[in-house]
């Protein structure tokens, strides 16, 4: 069983930056793909980034590009997300998520393939 746990969630002012961290129990973090997802009131969950076992493979959704930079420290068995140039439309609950079934090298855009996932932050961004 793995445990996640996100934190760094907040309120922050348009143009702002957050950090977010999700650290992983258990004995085989360096052996998942790890995401950030992202699911605001009335929508539905979105990929908001994903990163490889060994970090050297990342893909982001459009609207965070060049914004956000997904990063992991499989020592510590944590996933971060720098964000920056926060908007508005970024408020949303973000979590936290494990796939354990993917190859090296790959990231998992599907939400239905992950395995585990956290209890969610919440990110809200004023105008």
């Known amino acids: 069983q793995v445990h996640l746990v996100e934190s760094g969630g907040g309120l922050v002012q348009g143009g702002g930056s957050l950090r977010l961290s999700c650290t992983a129990s258990?004995?085989?973090?360096?052996?998942?793909?790890m995401g950030w997802f992202r699911q605001a009131p009335g929508k539905e969950r979105q990929l908001v980034s994903t990163?490889?076992?060994?970090?050297?493979?990342?893909d982001y959704a459009d609207s965070v590009k060049g914004r956000f930079t997904i990063s992991r420290d499989n020592a510590k068995k944590t996933v971060s997300l720098q964000m920056n140039s926060l908007k508005p439309e970024d408020t949303a609950v973000y979590y936290c998520?494990?796939?354990?079934?993917?190859?090296?090298?790959?990231?998992?855009?599907?939400?239905?393939?992950?395995?585990?996932w956290g209890q969610g932050t919440q990110v809200t961004v004023s105008s």
């Open positions: 990163i490889s076992w060994g970090g050297g493979s990342t």
């Open positions: 998520a494990a796939e354990k079934d993917s190859r090296w090298g790959t990231v998992v855009l599907d939400a239905g393939e992950y395995d585990y």
């Open positions: 258990g004995r085989t973090f360096s052996r998942f793909v």
